[in-house]
């Protein structure tokens, strides 16, 4: 593992691999993901979601994850399964989990249950600094308009999701199996909850991690998506297919002429301060302190993307 926290590692890319699936979960850890969480919910039909516990803990202590980020998803606290994916996850898997997932997190109140049962698990089994991180879906009409709170609901939390599928059902919108608009519809039919999951994990300073992409044969169309996402201030996105992997983390690191053009901008800023100018032309256009922070998140970025591999 690396040597940066769960909340500070990057989160370009998080794949779905069903914790019901030897298979999968063997071949999860070489995909080149970020973080990869093994999926006890939708993943998993009802009458495996008990022994896909064991898989889980199997392949989080008995695979060798390199930098990626181990994290599973558990059942919704609305389920008969939540209490118990916890405890047995956690038991199991000790300091082997990195990250918890919850689902269809409607209130702040959900996310709070999911850490203090978390905080009683980590004294009891003794894991001392190891401290599990929260992530959560908005994936719910309650969720969505509840976006602020529950991203300020703990200090375990790492980052809000978008989920478009099942906000689909809590909203009755008319989608395709893409969770794309049935008809015609005038501009980016998600860039309204896309935009208060992201205003949402930045007022608390979290990551915000796009939604998933369930066409997983059309690669041009997921990277389009990502791409809009990423333009829009999103660290990351979803894949539910390994092939999918490359293709976030490409989209969402910046590239090399990103990286010369912030380096630039940031020189010739300071260059200018340093003979008491507050704001430059260049190339026909104004250069100032808002085009300095811009430059740097544009260099974070890239340092921390970096550094995937320490």
Not at 5 to 25: D, N
Not at 71 to 91: K, S, Y
Not at 259 to 275: F, Q
Not at 283 to 295: E, F, K, N, S, T
């Amino acid at each position: 593992m690396g040597t940066h926290p769960p909340a500070h590692r990057p989160r370009r890319s998080e794949l779905a691999t069903p914790a019901s699936s030897e298979r999968m979960c063997a071949r999860a850890p070489s995909a080149g993901a970020d973080l990869v969480f093994l999926d006890l919910e939708d993943a998993c039909a009802p009458s495996v979601k008990e022994s896909a516990r064991a898989i889980a803990v199997k392949a989080l202590t008995g695979q060798d994850w390199g930098s990626t980020l181990r994290a599973v998803r558990i059942n919704g606290l609305d389920t008969p399964w939540c209490h118990d994916d916890l405890i047995e996850v956690v038991t199991g898997a000790r300091d082997a989990l990195d990250v918890v997932i919850v689902p269809k997190v409607r209130t702040a109140r959900d996310v709070w249950w999911v850490d203090v049962l978390l905080t009683q698990l980590e004294r009891k089994l003794g894991l001392g600094e190891h401290r599990i991180a929260l992530e959560v879906l908005i994936e719910d009409a309650e969720g969505l308009a509840n976006a602020l709170p529950i991203a300020q609901s703990s200090p375990r939390l790492a980052a809000l999701i978008f989920g478009a599928g099942d906000l689909s059902v809590s909203l009755r919108a008319r989608v395709d199996g893409n969770f794309d608009p049935l008809g015609p519809y005038p501009g980016d039919f998600w860039h309204h909850a896309r935009a208060q999951v992201l205003t949402a994990a930045r007022a608390a300073g979290i990551a915000a991690i796009d939604a998933p992409f369930p066409a997983y044969g059309e690669p041009e169309a997921y990277r389009t998506s990502a791409r809009h996402a990423a333009l829009l201030g999103f660290d990351g996105k979803w894949a539910i297919h390994p092939t999918q992997v490359p293709l976030a983390n490409a989209v969402f690191t910046p590239t090399k002429d990103e990286v010369s053009a912030a380096e630039d901008v940031i020189a010739r800023y300071r260059a200018a301060e340093a003979e008491g100018t507050g704001a430059i032309g260049h190339d026909g256009r104004l250069i100032d302190a808002a085009h300095v922070q811009l430059a740097t998140i544009v260099l974070d970025r890239a340092a921390t993307a970096a550094h995937t591999h320490d």
